[in-house]
């Protein structure tokens, strides 16, 4: 159907059930891991990941692709420079139907916005009329199915501070994600407590 | 209006202050001509002709990074420039080569072992240039606000606001990073990036929006357009690592356990070996570029015998730095052995190196260094006093004369004077003893100091 389902079919894959979540890690050919998160009522994805590796080696970093961001917890890290905590954020999920992203903290009425599709880039871009905010959202799974994005599927929406892009999902990335879920059902998961040996 | 300009001196203070004086901070280069020969003062060095022209011909093979492993050793007598010249050196040399300075007495600790150390500094010194891609903020400065708390102990706050054509963002910096701003003297209206995980600040000008108060910045200031779009970015910059960076990187341990591991104590040898074989094949691959450096040992007397015979072997390796040593010995014991050598380092080792004799300064020369440091320590002194100051300087020690040029400035300042003169000198040498008079001075009351007697027993021992 797609490479890229060929290329998760013949990834090495470990997988974890917990409660109806179902977490799949995926070890991909060119040295990347990514993991994903599975609602296995609903069949959707909660969360996914990405291991970032650097050049000069050492522990990489998770990159969350959809879902919440990880909170900051006890790194001991110095922050050199960070953004603001009232500054906005992005954070995307998908549901049944669609694609969202939500951007936090952006407190202006919703004329001020506009959210265009831009096929050649593969990506949408959020600008603002008062030139407080710009963003370039880019779309993964569009990048990997070599979908282009279209204007007329994209909705918006402002409440509490809050502007909530919606992208209808089209046709093939659905038939994608079918086709995935059904080869997640598929894999033998490993339940929460279990192990391989019996501890004395 | 007298308070205002209190006020107004007070704040060009605190820009300036982070750099403190230090005993070589006048100096900012070797003093060398296009063609590498030695101009008699420059760049805050005098005299010393023939080993700065020395210094200039082993910078130059730094700079073609061709040779490995070469040892060259300063000799001279104490207050002769030998510092001075290797701090010249890594001024000459620039920010991209890594240049580690380290007295020899560093290596002698309880946490790791003696070559481990050196081992250490010989990494530090050995840069690989890479392409790696980065977070990059790139943005017009709108406000820098940095606020210390009102009790004046504790971390302070800093903001940054940057804007792009597009978007405007606010920053909360770390202790670092207000550092550095302070020390770039970032203002609002200028156009810098910064490297997110380093932190490093680049200023690329001032943005055209600002261009009307052109009467109030210099001359060659550059103007930029505002940057567009968002301003946080990805790009593939180029910068210098050192090997031992990478060592650190990828030794620490993982998971949980990086929570208590604090200093890199000794890094594993396997770790050091794979990473050798990657930089190599990076190499080969033209991903990255090899930046020999110099590793400065001052004091290299401090070494034991164990150190130099490691220094030997580690000479020859292809990927070691150029090592520049100082001492200021004569023929005495080498550490850790009976057997006396010349500078306190075996012939073998001795034998390796290429030795740079510094010499006394004549007292020409002694005045021009005096006067240089009195402007470093911004201290006026009539000419007379000067004089003096350099016939203490002849008769003493040039340490000694330059530490007179502070206390007798205070000792003027005390009495109101816009300029030092011969009274404050003298003031100041009879307040602080040299070491020669010291030692007069023990030498006429040795009998009422406590201890007398043990001093008698040894030197009846050695009898």
């Known amino acids: 159907m797609s490479d890229w389902l060929t290329t998760l079919k013949n990834a090495k894959r470990t997988c974890i059930q917990q409660g109806n979540l179902r977490k799949v890690h995926y070890d991909l050919p060119n040295g ?7 609602n296995m ?43 603001n905590a009232s500054q906005p954020f992005v954070s995307r999920r998908v549901t049944k139907r669609s694609l969202e992203w939500r951007i936090r903290n952006l407190p202006y009425p919703i004329e001020t916005y506009s959210v265009t599709a831009e096929p050649e880039n593969k990506y949408l871009t959020v600008r603002t009329t008062n030139k407080k905010y710009f963003k370039k959202l880019e779309i993964p799974e569009f990048e990997r199915l070599n979908i282009l994005p279209e204007q007329s599927k994209i909705e918006i929406q402002h409440k509490f501070n809050t502007l909530i892009i919606t992208y209808e999902k089209p046709e093939v990335l659905k038939n994608f994600e079918k086709a995935l879920f059904d080869e997640i059902k598929t894999l033998k998961a490993k339940h929460e407590g279990e192990m391989d040996c019996k501890p004395s | 209006m007298a308070v205002a300009a209190a006020a107004k001196v007070q704040e060009v203070r605190e820009i300036t202050r982070i750099e403190r004086i230090g005993a070589h901070s006048h100096i900012r280069g070797l003093g060398l001509d296009d063609s590498l020969e030695a101009r008699h003062v420059s760049q805050g060095m005098v005299g010393q002709v023939a080993a700065r022209r020395a210094a200039g011909i082993v910078l130059q093979m730094v700079r073609d990074g061709r040779i490995a492993g070469r040892a060259v ?18 001024q000459a040399l620039g920010h991209d080569t890594p240049f580690t300075s380290m007295a020899g007495s560093e290596i002698y600790s309880l946490e790791m072992s003696k070559t481990e150390a050196l081992t250490q500094a010989i990494r530090k010194s050995i840069g690989v240039r890479i392409k790696e891609e980065s977070e990059i903020i790139e943005g017009e400065v709108v406000e820098v606000q940095i606020e210390r708390p009102a009790t004046g102990v504790g971390t302070k706050v800093g903001k940054l606001i940057l804007k792009s054509t597009d978007m405007e963002t606010v920053y909360d910096l770390g202790g670092k990073m207000i550092d550095s701003i302070l020390k770039e003297k970032v203002q609002s209206g200028d156009v810098i990036t910064i490297d997110k995980a380093t932190g490093k600040i680049s200023r690329l000008g001032r943005s055209f929006t600002r261009a009307r108060d052109y009467d109030a910045t210099g001359q060659q200031t550059r103007f930029v357009q505002c940057p567009e779009g968002e301003l946080q970015k990805r790009k593939e910059v180029v910068h210098t690592v050192t090997l031992h960076e990478i060592d650190v990187i990828n030794s620490r341990t993982h998971g949980f356990l990086a929570l208590f591991s604090g200093d890199t104590g000794e890094i594993k040898p396997e770790v050091r070996e794979q990473i050798n074989g990657k930089v190599a094949e990076w190499r080969e691959e033209g991903k990255a570029e090899i ?59 001795l034998d390796r ?20 440091r009195c402007e470093e320590e911004d201290c006026q002194m009539e000419d007379k006093a ?22 007798s400035g205070l000792i003027a300042r005390k009495r109101k004077a816009p300029e030092v003169g011969i009274e404050d000198v003298k003031k100041a040498y009879m307040l602080f003893f040299d070491e020669s008079r010291s030692i007069q001075y023990l030498t006429d009351y040795q009998k009422q100091f406590m201890f007398d007697q043990d001093d008698d027993l040894t030197s009846m021992d050695t009898s």
């Open chain 1, 32 to 38: 990347k891991e990514m993991v994903e998160e599975y």
């Open chain 1, 41 to 83: 009522d609903t069949g959707v994805v909660n969360r996914r990941a990405w291991k970032i590796k650097k050049d000069l080696g050492g522990e990489g970093q998770w990159l969350i692709e959809l879902g919440d961001p990880e909170p900051p917890g006890l790194s001991g890290e110095q922050v050199l420079i960070k953004e």
């Open chain 2, 73 to 90: 050793l300063l000799a001279g007598q104490p207050g002769t420039g030998k510092t001075a010249i290797a701090t010249g050196l890594a």
């Open chain 2, 291 to 349: 930046i020999p450096g110099v590793l400065f040992i001052d004091e290299v007397h401090m070494l034991d015998i164990e150190c130099f015979s490691f220094l030997n072997r580690a000479l020859e390796n292809e990927m070691s730095p150029i090592v520049i040593m100082a001492t200021n010995r004569g023929i005495t014991r080498i550490r850790g052995t009976n057997y006396h050598s010349p500078h306190g380092i075996p012939l073998d080792l």
């Open chain 2, 353 to 372: 190196m290429i030795i740079v004799p510094t010499v006394p300064y004549d007292e020409k020369e002694l005045k021009q260094i005096l006067s240089i």
């Open chain 2, 386 to 407: 000067l004089e003096i100051l350099t016939k203490i300087c002849t008769e003493t020690s040039l340490r000694y004369a330059i530490q007179l040029i502070t206390t």
